[in-house]
Nanobody, 112 residues
Framework: VQLQASGGGLVQAGGSLTLSCVVS????????MAWYRQTPGNERELVAG??????AYADSVKGRFTISRHAMENTMYLYMNNLKPEDTAVYYC????????WGQGTQVTVSS
């Protein structure tokens, strides 16, 4: 199993980024999937989840982030708009509940 997140970077507050997650080893469309994020010294937190077309978001990102997945490509996306400095974190993708295996994640840094 591999969960390869990419698309992070440095962006100014108010900007946008799109994260991608390429999944291998299982068919992502068959499982509830999610994006998580983690900052130093803190536990990983759930940002957004998707399951059979239904989506759910943490209150902190609701209205700004959108999760989607492309079944044929076995890929999941996180569209992030109106980014805030508090969104700065390493973002990971995984099943929900998460597998014990995690990818390297992708760093998102939002400057004020």
């Amino acid at each position: 199993v591999q969960l390869q997140a990419s698309g992070g970077g440095l962006v100014q507050a108010g900007g946008s980024l799109t994260l991608s997650c390429v999944v291998s080893g299982f068919t992502a469309a068959y499982y509830p999937m999610a994006w998580y994020r983690q900052t130093p010294g803190n536990e990983r937190e759930l940002v957004a989840g998707i399951n059979t077309g239904r989506t759910a978001y943490a209150d902190s990102v609701k209205g700004r982030f959108t999760i989607s997945r492309h079944a044929m490509e076995n890929t999941m996306y996180l569209y992030m708009n109106n980014l805030k400095p508090e969104d700065t974190a390493v973002y990971y993708c995984n099943q929900r509940p998460a597998l014990s295996i995690w990818g390297q994640g992708t760093q998102v840094t939002v400057s004020s």
